[in-house]
């Protein structure tokens, strides 16, 4: 597929970021400037050290796999695909594959707040019905 770009918008897929374990940089690659956002990819096994941040708080998706979260108060925490966990940015927190295969987390991350609900529709579009 590759990295698509065009007016306002860029999309693409995480194995078109990067092979093999590790980060995915889909900020850099889809040109995301309000917010940090990457991929990790995790083999079997590996485990993160032990990291926390000076402003930015995070927030982790499981979209595949069986990761263990551990927090600096020693908790622990196992989530599979559509786990979501939210850490304040002085928090201790580090991850693990505890699964038998690859496990692929989507991290974003952001301070200074909620923007709030600013959606509009076009000129002559109509709201969905449902809830918003």
Do not use: C, W
């Not at 990457?38 to 485990?47: H, S, T």
């Not at 595949?64 to 908790?75: A, Y």
């Not at 850490?87 to 927190?93: K, L, N, P, Q």
Request: no cysteine; aromatic share 8%.
């Amino acid at each position: 597929m590759g990295i698509e770009k065009g007016d306002g918008f860029a999309l693409g897929a995480l194995d078109d970021m990067g092979e093999g374990p590790g980060f995915r940089k889909v900020r850099r690659e889809l040109d995301v400037t309000a917010f940090g956002v990457n991929a990790l990819v995790l083999p079997p096994g590996l485990e993160s050290g032990f990291h926390y941040h000076d402003e930015q708080e995070e927030l982790y998706f499981v979209h595949r796999g069986e990761v263990e979260f551990e927090f600096g108060d020693g908790s622990t925490h196992r989530l599979g695909p559509g786990g979501v966990v939210r850490v304040d940015a002085s928090t201790h927190r580090k991850v693990k594959n505890v699964g038998e295969g690859e496990a692929v987390l989507v991290v974003t991350g952001g301070k200074d707040g909620y923007v709030g609900r600013d959606g509009q529709l076009p000129e002559g579009e109509e709201r969905v019905p449902g809830p918003h």
